[in-house]
């Protein structure tokens, strides 16, 4: 709960970028006062890791058993997010401890924006969007047996992926500005080799 509290203030955030990278600059120095404290953020480091162990564990004990297309989903989707959690989080930490550098928008738009690190960092990111709903979709699908409105839990499902496709597309919108790219401050060229 308090994992996917935080990964939905944080694409919350991602999102507003489409009214452009200031207003992602603002929300986020809001949302800082949150989570960015030695309290908030040992209780997220710790959740983080355990999700990651647990849900590693999960996918070696079921990944044999795995038959329709929903737990396949939950499966997959929950190992990528294993491993992006590791690689984008050992990411960050690096960036504020070892670069001294603001870890904001800049730095997590650096690669979407310069090519050849977009051919990477665009699937990257919007894999780990996508498992982030995928997940959630699976779990929709394993526990909620309940039809709203005549919608069936499976159509619901659905519904919250092609919600989450929708979100990707609007978050690399916003981060790109509108496509055209965005400019990176000097201090961030650092990440693309420059
Ligand atoms: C376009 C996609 C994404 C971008 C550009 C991005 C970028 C960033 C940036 C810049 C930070 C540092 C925030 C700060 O310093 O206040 C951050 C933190 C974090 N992100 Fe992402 N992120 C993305 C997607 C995700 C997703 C999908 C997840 C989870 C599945 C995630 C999990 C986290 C976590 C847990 C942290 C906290 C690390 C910490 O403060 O120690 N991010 N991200």
Do not use: W
């Not at 737990?71 to 401890?97: C, D, E, K, P, Q």
């Not at 909620?144 to 919250?160: A, E, H, R």
């Amino acid at each position: 709960m308090i994992i996917t509290l935080f990964i939905g203030l944080h694409l919350f955030n991602h999102f507003m970028s489409i009214y452009g990278i200031h207003t992602h600059i603002e929300v986020m120095a809001k949302l800082r006062l949150v989570y960015r404290n030695p309290f908030a953020e040992c209780i997220l480091l710790a959740v983080v890791m355990i999700q990651i162990i647990t849900g590693v564990r999960l996918y070696l004990m079921y990944r044999s058993k795995s038959r329709f297309s929903f737990h396949r989903l939950h499966l997959l989707s929950g190992l990528y997010l294993a491993v992006f959690l590791v690689i984008h989080v050992t990411a960050i930490l690096v960036g504020r401890i070892i670069l001294h550098l603001d870890t904001n928008v800049y730095f997590g738009a650096a690669g979407i924006n310069y090519f050849p690190f977009n051919l990477f960092f665009i699937p990257y990111y919007g894999l780990a969007i996508m498992s982030f709903f995928g997940h959630l979709s699976a779990i929709h699908f394993k526990r909620c047996n309940k039809s709203v409105l005549g919608i069936t839990p499976k159509i619901q499902s659905y519904v919250l992926i092609t919600l989450g496709a929708m979100i990707t597309a609007s978050i690399f919108y916003g981060l790109t500005d509108g496509l055209h790219g965005i400019t990176i401050p000097q201090e961030y060229k650092i990440l693309v080799g420059q």
